[in-house]
C-alpha cells in the first residue's frame, strides 16, 4: 500500500441509501445478513467521525433513476431487481441518502449521475479526485461483489492505489464477503479495516 496523506486519499461511500440500509428499504433483504449492514453502517459512521477533522475526501454516489427507468433499457441481474422493485427511484424515500449520512452536511460531498454499477460512470467522480490530487481512492458500502468490485476495478485502472474497508462493506451473504475480501479485492487492492485506514491517515 502506497503511503496515505489525508490530501491525498478518499473515502468514496456506495449505496448509503434507506433502499439498502433503512429497516423497510426495498432492497434490504438482498443482503442476508440484517446484523452484518447495521455493522457496516455503525462502523462507517464511526470512520466518518474519525476522519471529520482530516483533509481526506469524502464522497457519496448515490444511484438514482428517473420514475419510468428509462435509463435501464435492458437490465439484468440486480439492476432488474432495480427496476422491478422500483428501488431508487427518483423522489422516493429509498433513493433518499440516509439520515447517518446526512448528518455530516457538506462535510461528504455527494457526487450525483450514477445510473449502473461502476461510481466512475456517468459521474464527475474522476475528475473530482483528479482535481483534487487524489491517489489513493477508498471503497465503503453496498454491494460488495457488485458495485464496490465494479468500482474499485474502475478505479484501479485509471491509475489510482485502491482500497477496500473489509469492515464497512457488505456482500449479500458473508461467504460473498469474505470471499471478495480474501480472494478477489487482494488481486488489484489493499484489504484493511477502519481502524488501519484512519491509523494509517494520522501516522
Given at each position: 500500500m502506497s503511503e496515505m496523506t489525508s490530501n491525498s486519499t478518499a473515502v468514496v461511500l456506495i449505496g448509503y441509501q434507506n433502499d439498502y440500509f433503512a429497516a423497510d428499504g426495498i432492497l434490504r433483504g438482498v443482503i442476508e445478513e440484517v446484523d452484518r449492514v447495521n455493522h457496516v453502517?455503525?462502523?462507517?459512521?464511526?470512520?466518518?467521525k474519525g476522519l471529520e477533522q482530516s483533509d481526506t475526501l469524502l464522497i457519496a454516489t448515490p444511484i438514482i433513476f428517473t420514475p419510468d427507468y428509462s435509463e435501464l433499457s435492458d437490465p439484468q441481474g440486480i439492476l432488474k431487481a432495480v427496476k422491478d422493485s422500483k428501488a431508487f427511484c427518483e423522489g422516493t424515500p429509498g433513493a433518499d441518502t440516509i439520515d447517518d449520512l446526512k448528518a455530516f452536511g457538506d462535510r461528504v460531498l455527494e457526487i450525483p449521475g450514477k445510473r449502473?454499477?461502476?461510481?466512475?460512470?456517468?459521474t464527475e467522480l474522476s475528475n473530482i479526485l483528479k482535481e483534487r490530487g487524489v491517489t489513493n481512492v477508498v471503497f465503503a458500502g453496498a454491494v460488495t461483489s457488485v458495485c464496490i468490485d465494479s468500482s474499485a476495478r474502475a478505479a484501479f485502472d485509471q491509475g489510482f492505489?485502491?482500497?477496500?474497508?473489509?469492515?464497512?462493506?457488505?456482500?449479500?451473504?458473508?461467504?460473498?464477503?469474505?470471499?471478495?475480501?480474501?480472494?478477489?479485492?487482494?488481486?488489484?487492492a489493499s484489504?484493511?479495516?477502519?481502524?488501519?485506514?484512519?491509523?494509517?491517515?494520522?501516522s
Open positions: 453502517l455503525e462502523n462507517t459512521i464511526s470512520l466518518l449502473g454499477l461502476n461510481a466512475f460512470s456517468n492505489k485502491v482500497s477496500i474497508l473489509s469492515d464497512c462493506t457488505t456482500g449479500r451473504t458473508m461467504f460473498e464477503q469474505e470471499f471478495y475480501c480474501n480472494e478477489i479485492f487482494p488481486i488489484y484489504v484493511l479495516s477502519k481502524d488501519e485506514l484512519i491509523e494509517a491517515i494520522a
